[in-house]
């Protein structure tokens, strides 16, 4: 959850004193609007102001102005429904016409004016207003007025999905870490959170049918202290002896649910296969080609044991788990990762070359194909879509896949061509995990590469691609991998300021204009310092 400031409110505010906290006369929003004329004056915003609401199902734009206003004036507005708007107060309404997540937002000496096409366009307004808020309010205390900015902005995002994803496969975080990424997200108009739940080294989602995946998947014996100094994981590496685990239960999953969708913001969840799947069959050793026991793995690389394709007892554990996770997450859309899966044990796998036989497949490859097919129609059954890394490309994919383009921007535009929806997030300008300092030494531990906040914001999700295939492409999403990120802060540290530039693509694609960000970020880094967020303050220097 956010981690604002404490304020203390004074018995003399409730009787009127206190403070009026002057603009600082900028404008500075991130991403940038599509339309913002400023105009003469302020609108001067009170403790007493009343919100005026003049449609139903607000209650979403309503809860984030109460988070945006009571760390200033120390208790929410008023709220009174009305069938119109009035001078004096801040009055939110919904105009249909407009797209769902469009927003007008018009500021007056007189008054506030919101109007959202949808409560997402509303919300998104109510982001806004808070970039307009004079950053000095949230720390003076016994504030009994803000001056607000007179300005006009019409707005709406370029690209449907602005999403980020975060790995709690490798390191795990607590609810309320994973309830501040949200935030995080709601801030800068990002409307997916992608959930990274199972891996070789944990799985962390409770699913009742299989409670070994938590009572064993989810515990690792140890972990890699640093990075393998031969590139073998041999005896030089060293490791921590401490076990390290957690999962979400089911209950803590729908609460996580219903916290992002109150910020307009989607959760979809990763659960991988058939690859990356060795927490799984050490918990279940039959959903391997061997039936061999294994431990949760230790250490970051690829591995060989993955889920057996040739047996259907691995087809009724995936549909087993899957029929839990439609359950759980109302998301359209459900990753199944597929990537980076060798085919090494279905090349010696009896059961394995027996289903390709059957099916008339001539390279191991292809097993991953049908296995992806398989999934995605049983997915397609439960009215869901299916995400997969580009890697599902590499055979016959289905039209109806959604390719997540990770290995450049390549395999987005392959699938873009031949008409299947594309989420760009290509490594060289969407992994965070990567260094954003080419002084490494002075950074925290990272995977390697070099993503800098000038980078990240030169991403092109359309290059390559006629305007018919730029239909295809649905957006963009941030990476956040974390075999080196142990801590939530530093996870803050490695996404901050750089999804500030992502979702300035994905929100304002056709207006980009990287010196006129800069200047803007720099006041947004203001807002991170209120919410307590870490961030790479060196980049502002």
């Known amino acids: 959850m956010k981690k604002l400031i404490p304020i203390f409110v004074s018995c003399a505010l409730l009787c009127g004193c206190g403070r009026r906290i002057p603009t600082d006369g900028e404008i500075a929003v991130v991403p940038c609007p599509e339309s913002v004329v400023a105009g003469p004056g302020v609108f001067v915003l009170k403790a007493s102001t009343r919100v005026r609401v003049l449609a139903d199902g607000m209650a979403d734009a309503l809860q984030a102005l ?32 407009m797209p769902a997540e469009a927003y007008r937002l018009a500021v007056t000496p007189e008054r506030i004016d919101i109007t959202g096409g949808s409560v997402h366009g509303a919300f998104y307004a109510v982001q806004t207003l808070r970039q307009l808020i004079p950053l000095e309010a949230y720390t003076a205390g016994d504030v009994r007025a803000v001056e607000i900015p007179a300005v006009e902005i019409a707005d709406k995002p370029c690209l449907a999905y602005r999403g980020a994803m975060l790995d709690a496969a490798r390191h795990f975080f607590t609810v309320d870490e994973v309830k501040t990424m949200i935030d995080i997200l709601a801030l800068h108009k990002m409307n997916v959170f992608h959930w990274h739940l199972t891996d070789d080294q944990g799985w962390r989602i409770e699913i009742k049918k299989y409670p070994r995946l938590t009572g064993i998947g989810s515990v690792r014996r140890r972990t890699l202290i640093g990075k393998d100094p031969g590139g073998e994981y041999d005896a030089s590496c060293r490791y921590d002896e401490t076990p390290h685990g957690g999962y979400y239960t089911q209950d803590e999953i729908r609460d996580v649910v219903a916290y992002a969708a109150a910020r307009s913001v989607t959760v979809i969840p990763e659960i991988e296969f058939p690859g990356h799947a060795v927490a799984a ?55 199944i990762g597929g990537d980076e899966c060798p085919t090494v044990m279905w090349e010696r796998c009896p059961a394995c070359r027996a289903r390709m036989k059957a099916e008339g497949l001539k390279r191991p490859r292809q097993l991953q194909n049908y296995a992806t097919a398989r999934v995605e129609k049983f997915l397609n059954a439960h009215g869901r879509r299916l995400i997969g890394w580009d890697e599902i490309l590499e055979g016959d994919v289905t039209a109806t896949a959604t390719i997540m383009s990770w290995r450049g921007t390549e395999g987005g535009v392959r699938a873009a061509r031949q008409g299947n929806q594309v989420i760009m997030s290509p490594a060289e300008y969407c992994y965070f995990d990567y260094y954003q300092s080419e002084d490494c030494e002075a950074e925290p531990l990272a995977w390697g590469g070099y993503v800098s906040v000038e980078k990240a914001y030169a991403l092109d999700p359309y290059a390559g691609l006629t305007p018919a295939q730029r239909s295809c492409v649905l957006g963009v999403q941030a990476n956040l991998w974390t075999e080196y990120i142990p801590t939530f802060s530093q996870a803050e540290y490695m996404l901050l300021p750089r999804l500030s530039a992502l979702a300035e693509t994905g929100w304002s694609l056709d207006r980009k204009d990287y010196p006129d960000y800069v200047r803007r970020v720099r006041r947004l880094a203001g807002l991170y310092d209120v919410c307590g967020y870490d961030y790479a303050r060196h980049i502002f220097r």
């Open 66 to 97: 109460d988070e945006a206003l009571t760390p200033v004036f120390g208790q929410a507005l008023a709220v009174e429904t009305a069938a119109e708007a009035c001078p004096g107060t801040v009055n939110i309404a919904c105009d249909p016409a």
């Open 281 to 335: 069959l050490a918990s279940y050793p039959w959903l391997g080609c061997t039936g061999e026991q294994y431990e949760v793995r230790q250490t970051w690389d690829i591995d060989d044991r993955v889920f057996c394709i040739g047996r259907e007892s691995t087809f009724e554990f995936i549909e087993g788990v899957l029929d839990e996770v439609v359950e759980l997450f109302p998301s359209e859309y459900i990753h």
